[in-house]
């Protein structure tokens, strides 16, 4: 165990984002706070960097900042329109200051956590199990019974393994304030696909926070980046040609890449050393949703800590899901043009509760079945055979 040696912790996380914050807080909540802990990152998270949506029947950690929730989703495609229930879940927001304040300020009172700025050269593992593992920080060397490991830098992520898809989710998201009422608070849209597609699949997402102020995002999820001016360029088309907005104040702006790949991020990088957060696969190959995931594999290391005395005993999703999300990877990488069609039948012909409960790697055997049946399935059954004999590119 951790000595007196100030620089001696049992846990260390490299990098301060969301997994490593999400674990930090749930840990000194836990029969686990006396631990010593330390975390790296050379970002001080002092500003609104990203906002995170997902969906949930239920309250989560970090419940008091979710800033805004709704229980009706829009998703809109040429001749579709659809207001879509979301009952039982609700859609919420949490803005990453309020985050990064709330989690610092719970790491802070429990007097068990230093956070220092510095940037994470290298983590060797420990010779055996009862070694520590080492972390070089800023030329700082820092050892501890436990690592984990989450740097990410949010550039377009390509692998090399010649079976999986590297698929980027990109956008660029603008929260605008309009002259007069524009928005519909009580609905979010999921999906406006009446954007041109042009062979990759392309939409927008609209989080509408009071009748005059919105987050609109147009994203992409394809393999290469768009050029930045091409970004702005759409969003200004698709505000006056689809809303009629011609007039508003861009209030803030957010950018990003998100890994969308069927590779397995191994999720030991050693003995010691535990990857989360997007660095440990948790990413959802096919929608590039992670928050919920992470806070529940938060959840999932603690209890395990806590059980079993190491991080690294969690249970996995059942193995189907990978060939899921594989299958759709497949189809928007050869046939972007076609992701239209595909999200347009599953919202069309499935409950909210369905779609959602599918994407949490949770829905039964039947239910995954009843959702498959209602996709253009000649698509995923060429997909299927594409993946099963390798064919991607
Ligand atoms: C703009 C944006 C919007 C998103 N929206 C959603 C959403 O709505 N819903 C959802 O479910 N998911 C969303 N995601 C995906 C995912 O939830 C986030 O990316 C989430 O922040 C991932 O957590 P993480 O800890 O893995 O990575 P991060 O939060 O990015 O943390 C990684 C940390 O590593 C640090 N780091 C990098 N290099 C080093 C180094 N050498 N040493 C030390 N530290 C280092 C970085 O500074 C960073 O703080 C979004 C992502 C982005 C970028």
Redesign the pocket.
Known sequence: MANHDPNTYTIIF???????LSLAAQLVQSPLSHLRMLI????P?DRN??????WSTEPVFCESIVSHRWNHLAFVSDGTNLHLDTHPYDYRVIHSIDFYRHTHSILEASGRVHVVQ????SITDAGNEDDMATVI?DGVTYRADWVFD?????VAYRGTDPRCHYLQQHFLGWTIRTPDDRFTPDRATLFDLRVPQDGVFRFVYTLPFSTREAMVEYTLFSADLLAPPQYRKALETYLSDQLGITEYEILDE???V?PMTDESFPRAAGKKIMR????GG??KAST???????QQDSAAIVRSMIERGTPFHNRRPPRRYHTFDAMLLQILFRRGERGKEVFTALFTRNPVSRIFRFLDEVGTVRENLLLMATVPWFLFIRAWFAIRFSKRV
């Open positions: 490299a990098g301060g984002g969301a997994a490593a790296l990152d050379p970002d998270k960097d990203r906002t995170w949506c997902f510095a940037s994470v050269e920080a989450s740097r990410w830098v949010a957010e950018s990003c998100i989360i957060g997007t660095r948790r990413v590039g949703y992670a928050f919920l995931r992470i």
